[in-house]
């Protein structure tokens, strides 16, 4: 046998992956649509108390249920953000495409928010 059979050969390390600017350029705007998203989501959670004024002595509602809708809908879509944010700048540093994941997150806020107002929709029996 020959050394050179024992032997790996060198290989040359990979070429870093270039940066792409459109790929910064969306997700900081995307992000910056999140965060609106969450903002307006919130108000969106707080303003659901109101749900509860028919609520008296000729309609019974379930406050519980009014409560969770509402708690899910001003504290819900924060919870994604974090990861959001975390897993795009993690993308962003190891250079890999990370636009969509801010896209995820505004599909995720508009999902929970709609889960509370349906939630206090359905304790008051709209």
Known sequence: MTESAVQPQPTSPAPPRERKTWDIVLTIVFMVVNLGLNAIGSFV???LAF?????????????????IGMSLAVI???????????????????????????????????????????????????
């Not at 749900?51 to 409560?67: E, F, Y």
């Not at 990370?98 to 509370?116: E, K, S």
């Open 76 to 126: 819900g879509p924060w919870v994604p953000l974090v990861f959001v944010i975390a897993g795009s700048i993690v993308l962003l540093v190891i250079r890999r495409r990370a636009f969509w994941l801010p896209l995820v997150g505004i599909a995720l806020t508009i999902a929970i928010v709609g889960v509370g107002i349906a939630l206090v929709f359905g304790a008051v029996g709209w």
């Open 51 to 67: 749900a509860s004024d028919s609520c008296g002595s000729a309609k019974v509602c379930n406050t519980d249920q009014i409560g």
């Open 45 to 47: 959670g707080v303003m």
